[in-house]
């Protein structure tokens, strides 16, 4: 029944300091490494849920095809690590998809010397959507994703391939919105009122069923307590949904260099105008790659036939050959941005306590760090 209402609701959506530490970090060569792939699994006591991690790392042993259900990819089934501390790249999937969709993004950013891990969303993916436009759709996304980081950093597997110090975060639709609250935004509701006013006939966000639970959701906010991991140094989005939950002052406490990925080709579920929400109330502008011709499922791997077959509204939104075009352009930005950032120690930001939302008042303009700088 789930997934049957999955399936429904995805067919609506779619129709409508300079403290270095010591340890050797990863070159970035120009020439690919094997890539290496695992799952690792853990329990939360919290919430009752189980969280699946899966994990694509630069490894020392030739690739073979694999296949888990309906995705298929090439990798190295736990093979070995890479010798050397990688920056790690948290990788948090859209509503639609879940943590294999994205595999092909996750393999080229390995072949370049990151570790990219992908967690389930458990109340948030393709085959159970019970969140979708409430709080804990939001709230449970970002535990998940902090926990994923937990996890990685005490794997006995995996601990010693990771550089806790370069850290970066890529989120896809409500996982762009996560990855926001991570790095710092505070959601206030105060721009949703007139939200649908500029909005077209089909915007998914204003029909009734979604307005009412969006209605819920804001009378939740403003939040009581920051969300913001400061062990991310580096954030990128890919249209990023919910900006109306955003205001001016919501980015008053983001630090984080920011990356946003525009696909422009939808109407019904508009990820443009979200991410240009977003880049309209960064104070320092960030980064801002459009892309014309694409929707949600254009930024997602390629479908198997057997996922082809259950998901055509999912995967033939796009071309074969355009949607390899489209990824290399999104790959050589991610690449070039975290490179940017996470590369080595020099360059990575310094990223602030979240503050205590109870006691402190907005810093002014001349108060906020800037992006890029470590404490002196």
């Known amino acids: 029944m789930r997934r049957l209402l999955a399936i429904f609701a995805l067919h609506t959506l779619l129709a409508l300091g300079l403290f270095v530490l010591a340890w050797p970090e990863t ?76 595999h092909d993004t996750a393999h080229a950013l ?7 891990a992908a967690p389930n969303h458990g109340t948030d993916n393709m085959d159970n959507m019970d969140d979708l436009l409430t709080l804990n759709q939001l709230r449970n996304r970002v535990r998940e994703l902090s926990a994923s980081l937990d996890l990685l950093l005490a ?49 998914v966000y204003c029909q009734t069923w979604a307005k009412q639970r969006l209605d819920v959701l804001c009378q939740q906010l403003p939040l009581q307590q920051s969300w913001a991991d400061p062990r991310i140094k580096a954030v990128a989005v890919a249209g990023p949904s919910l900006a109306m939950l955003f205001s001016h002052t919501s980015f008053r406490y983001f630090y984080p260099p920011l990356l946003i990925i525009a696909a422009a080709k939808d109407s019904a579920n508009p990820q443009e105008r979200h991410s240009l929400r977003v880049h309209e109330l960064l104070g320092r502008k960030p980064r801002y790659v459009r892309l014309p011709d694409a929707d949600a499922g254009a930024l ?52 602030p306590q979240p503050p205590d939302l109870q006691k402190q008042e907005a810093p002014s303009p001349q108060e906020k760090p800037e992006r890029g700088r470590r404490r002196r």
């Not at 919105?177 to 790095?183: D, Q």
């Not at 082809?308 to 999912?314: D, K, N, V």
């Not at 075009?325 to 360059?347: E, M, N, P, S, T």
């Open 155 to 203: 794997s006995p597997l995996l601990e010693s391939s990771i550089d806790p110090q370069r850290i970066g975060l890529l989120g896809f639709g409500a996982g762009g919105t996560a990855a926001l609250l991570l790095g710092g935004a505070l959601p206030d509701c105060l721009d949703w009122p007139a939200y649908c006013a500029g909005s077209a006939a089909d915007d």
């Open 300 to 351: 997602m791997a390629p479908c198997s036939r057997l996922l082809a077959s259950q998901l055509p509204e999912l995967c033939y939104s796009i071309a074969e050959n355009e949607r390899m075009a489209l990824h290399k352009l999104v790959h050589d930005a991610l690449r070039d941005f975290f490179l940017q950032y996470l590369g080595d120690h020099a360059r990575t930001p310094h990223i």
């Open 110 to 116: 390995a072949a370049l010397g990151f570790v990219v």
């Open 27 to 102: 070159p970035f060569a120009a020439d690919a490494a094997h890539v290496g792939f695992r799952t690792l699994g853990h329990y939360d006591q919290q919430n009752g849920q189980s969280l699946y991690v899966n994990v694509w790392y630069p490894a020392t042993r030739d690739e073979r095809e694999l296949s888990y259900g309906l995705w298929e990819f090439f990798a190295a089934r736990e093979a070995a690590p890479l010798a050397g501390r990688h920056p790690l790249l948290l990788l948090s999937h859209d509503t639609f998809g879940t943590r294999f969709s994205y």
